[in-house]
């Protein structure tokens, strides 16, 4: 049974018929940081975004990191710094492409979350992907069937007000 509430992430995670099964949160502009590269030693996480992490765990859904990072491939951080950062905030596992070149597993490739799904035995179509990001986070999610969803941090804001103003609305 659907429950009713004021906002949409309460209907997603409680619509108990198609439970989401897992959600991949990008990590730039999503859930702390600028919305550009940090390293993991000086990244700081937005105010409640360890909270949302604690809270979908506690519901008991899989909590995943999915991040572009090809810094990474130039020599200005590690996978290790990343998977240590990612597991000391409580994520599952963490997804993490340190290309720089085009590759299977860069966004909006939808190679990680593939991997991610075949590891896990997901229905992607019963996960979400949260990130700031239309043209890597949002269409990565949408080439698997995965629901969307577009935070208002990072790089979120100016693309929702962009999508909006073309629309003619208010970007509220």
Known sequence: MKQHSSSGEDEILSNSYDKVQAVFMDRDGTIGGTGHFVHPDSFTLYPNAQKSIDLLK????RVFALTNQHRISRGEATVEAFNKQF???GFDQAYICPHEDECVCRKPKP????????????????????????????????????KKILVRTGWGTPLINDISGEMGGNGA
């Open 87 to 89: 597991q000391g905030y």
């Open 58 to 61: 506690l519901a008991g859904i």
């Open 111 to 146: 190679g990680m979350l593939i991997d991610a799904a075949k590891e896990h035995n997901l229905d992607l179509t019963k996960c979400v992907v949260i990130g700031d990001v239309g043209s890597t986070d949002m269409l990565a999610a949408h080439a698997v069937g995965a």
